[in-house]
């Protein structure tokens, strides 16, 4: 009995890891219950409470909090009028856009794209000010993780991250204490999109059982800058700028070579973008 409840969460969140990857290949396509059923290959009846028992929301959360990070995304870090972001964020007017927009974000697109927290940033990159935002050097630990890979936009390796999540949950390996790690070998601004590599990991413990489709990655300890980060994953590229060109130069270290790590100390799944949480960490020469 308990391999066959093994094999059935092993088919389950294959089932259900093909549903997150259907919704990121079609986030600005029309999508459906019957449609996703289809592509789990369970009952129209009983899919969605598996899918919202395992993601720990609904898919209709899912989508929504998908399509507004993608918009955040466009406002931040593009010059798209507000229409062209809405439209393709699934909404048929913009105000409709910004009443959804402002009910996640308490901005509305508008005030956003002139001043949320990659504004901050921008200013300190521009005035070249090295002591705009706090960093701290720490020291980590070697860390063993589960790890999918992911390679395109770094905005959307939420993607592998889910999918991580819907693997690793009913095998018993996500708690309260789990750390989830994004792992950044890339610099957006020198390598094409689609090159990017990345990977989502999740920490556990040396020796834990690896479930199927999924591999594991060591991430070495050592010295590190922090800057700790609040606010939406869509307004972030400026603060690795201010952090690499502004105040890397002016710190008397030397950047390590070794890939950007991100520690999220919170979940978009139950958080408000504006109070999510991110350690971003530069490695550093010893």
């Known amino acids: 009995m308990l391999m066959r409840n093994k094999d059935t969460q092993t088919s389950h969140s294959g089932r259900i890891a093909r549903v997150v990857d259907y919704l990121h290949d079609h986030l600005e396509d029309e999508l459906n219950l019957d449609i996703l059923a289809d592509v789990a290959a369970m009952s129209r009846w009983h899919w969605h409470r598996v899918y919202t ?24 870090n593009s010059g798209a009028e507000i229409e062209e972001i809405a439209g393709r964020a699934g909404y048929t007017t913009a105000e409709a856009f910004g009443r959804a ?25 521009r005035m070249h000010d090295a002591a705009g935002f706090a960093v701290e050097i720490v020291t980590l630990p070697a860390t063993h993780c589960l790890s999918i890979p992911h390679r395109g936009s770094y905005m959307q390796i ?65 010295r590190y800058a922090r800057l700790a980060y609040r606010g939406p994953y869509a307004d972030m590229r400026d603060a690795y700028r201010w952090l690499m060109g502004v105040w890397l130069p002016a710190s008397g270290h030397e950047a390590a070579d070794g890939p950007m790590l991100e520690d999220y100390l919170n979940s978009p799944a139950d958080t408000a973008p504006s109070d999510l949480r991110t350690d971003i960490h530069l490695p550093l020469e010893e």
Do not use: W
């Open 53 to 76: 028992a395992m993601q720990g929301e609904t898919v209709a959360a899912t989508v929504r909090r998908l399509r507004l990070a993608r918009a955040a995304d466009r406002l931040a």
């Open 101 to 125: 927009f402002k009910q996640s974000y308490d901005m509305t697109p508008g005030a956003y794209r002139a001043g949320g927290s990659h504004a901050a940033f921008k200013a300190a990159n």
């Open 158 to 222: 939420s993607r592998a991250f889910e999918r991580l999540f819907a693997t690793a949950g009913p095998a018993g390996l996500v708690t309260r204490k789990s750390r989830m790690i994004g792992v950044y070998y890339d610099d957006p601004d020198a390598v094409e999109t689609q090159q990017l590599r990345s990977a989502a990991c999740l920490m556990i413990e040396p020796g834990s059982a690896v479930p199927v489709g999924l591999e594991t990655l060591d991430l070495p300890g050592g």
